[in-house]
């Protein structure tokens, strides 16, 4: 089969021609229709977090179909022990032993690949392929930001790209205010914002009209956590949502003061996927994608780096 791997890090991925995986007991073979391309992938491909098994096949937001024809979803998190602390308290996605897609475990960036069933997930019928694959960390890893958000009217989201432009339409539905931040400049992307609901969008350096519930941080800059803080009310949460961040500067106390919280979000767990992909097709999320063929994952990549397109970066693999 075809497939597409990073050898070493910090270097282009390469077109592959290898063998056919072979589902162990317990694991689906799928074949490949979409896969979505995460930050993660950048941050892999770009060496600014381990990969420990090389070669991989990258690609953790897969749409596939089993042999006997069912349409499923595989997720950033992969296999776990099922036994450790977390897993015992219902957070596994903190497990000490986890194994992620597209890191420890071949993903979708191929033409077959193998999962373990427990951790795949069935998608809605009515979303098509390249709008479910999106969903499958984008989504999933948004919707665990904004439920440890708690429940604030207003809501700011920081870097509006896959994550922040599904999670906006959640929180419109969910009847909250958004604003949303973007590069200084950005215009087309602040916009964007305000085409899917938010009552506000601008830079990154500006203050929006109204002090924050609570804000959401996609992107992996860390002198956004001390932005984000200054325009945070009281008793108000800070999520940083991201895998990566560069280093968080110092800032003043005060800023923190009157109970403000900063917090992170780790993966996902099975829950979090069932009810997100239960929730999708009611709001509904119309993910908004610019597709490439396999064989494109390198310049999706680059893309992706650039802040060349809006929304998602979909692999299609499929026929």
């Not at 450790?84 to 077959?112: H, P």
């Not at 969008?201 to 609570?214: I, M, T």
Request: charged share 25%; proline share 7%; net charge negative.
């Amino acid at each position: 089969m075809q497939a597409i791997l990073l050898e070493r890090p910090g270097e282009p991925l390469r077109v592959a021609t290898v063998e056919d995986p072979v589902p162990a007991p317990g694991q689906l073979r799928l074949r490949v229709l979409a896969c979505a391309v995460c930050r993660t992938d950048l941050h892999l491909r770009d060496a600014e977090i381990p990969a420990p098994k090389l070669p991989v096949v990258l690609g953790h937001q897969i749409v596939g179909v089993t042999d006997d024809g069912r349409r499923v979803g595989v997720p950033w998190l992969g296999w776990t022990d099922g036994d450790c602390r977390y897993c015992r308290s219902g957070l596994e996605n903190l497990c000490v032993n986890a194994r992620f897609t597209g890191r420890d475990i071949d993903g979708g960036f191929a033409e077959w690949t193998v999962a373990d069933e427990r951790f795949c997930l069935d998608l809605p019928p009515e979303i098509s392929d390249e709008q479910a694959a999106p969903l499958l960390c984008g989504g999933l890893i948004g919707y665990r930001a904004l439920k440890l958000a708690g429940d604030g009217h207003r809501l700011g989201l920081y870097g509006f790209g896959s994550a922040a432009h599904q999670i906006c339409q959640v929180a419109v539905h969910q009847g909250r205010e958004v604003y949303a931040f973007a590069r200084s400049g950005d215009t087309a992307t602040q916009e964007f914002a305000r085409s899917l609901g938010a009552v506000w969008a601008g830079s990154s350096d500006e203050r929006p009209p109204e002090e924050l519930d609570a804000v959401l941080i996609f992107a992996p800059v860390g002198a956004l956590v001390p932005a984000a803080l200054k325009v945070l009310a009281p008793a108000g949460v800070v999520v940083c949502a991201g895998i990566h961040m560069s280093d968080i500067p110092s800032f003043p106390y005060d800023d923190l003061w009157h109970e403000r919280t900063i917090r992170s979000v780790a993966n996902l767990t099975r829950e979090d996927g069932h009810e997100f992909l239960a929730l999708a097709p009611k709001v509904p999320i119309r993910t908004t994608v610019t597709t490439y063929e396999l064989t494109e994952a390198e310049r999706a990549l680059s893309d992706l780096r650039e802040g060349a397109f809006e929304g998602s970066a979909v692999l299609l693999t499929g026929p």
